[in-house]
Nanobody
Framework: QVQLVESGGGLVQPGGSLTLSCAAS????????VGWYRQAPGKVRELVAR???????NYADSVKDRFTISRDNARNTAYLQMNSLKPEDTAVYYC????????WGRGTQVTVSS
């Protein structure tokens, strides 16, 4: 079973930026469409960005033009560059495949506040 470790979260002011990383164990990462999800307190977990193994990307409307997903298959790692952060981006961020094929990691907390 693939293990996922997310990192890079923190406290940032509105308008700021963060880059999240997701490291996957094993060598099957490159075969999957991978997504970044987030879960805010009291809300359901939502998919905010995904990237195919060929590099095609899709974004939720709420993050489009602010977030950029990328991947490094040689490092079994996915990234989420987040710019122009808003308080409503506050959540725990997770990665997984687009079909949630792997066990969830612990996630990384992103807090946007002044």
């Amino acid at each position: 079973q693939v293990q996922l470790v997310e990192s890079g979260g923190g406290l940032v002011q509105p308008g700021g930026s963060l880059t999240l990383s997701c490291a996957a164990s094993g060598n099957i990462f490159r075969f999957y469409t991978v997504g970044w999800y987030r879960q805010a307190p009291g809300k359901v977990r939502e998919l905010v960005a995904r990237i195919t193994n060929g590099g095609s990307t899709n974004y939720a409307d709420s993050v489009k033009d602010r977030f950029t997903i990328s991947r490094d298959n040689a490092r079994n790692t996915a990234y989420l560059q987040m710019n122009s952060l808003k308080p409503e981006d506050t959540a725990v961020y997770y990665c997984n495949t687009a079909t949630v094929a792997w066990n969830w990691g612990r996630g990384t907390q992103v807090t946007v506040s002044s």
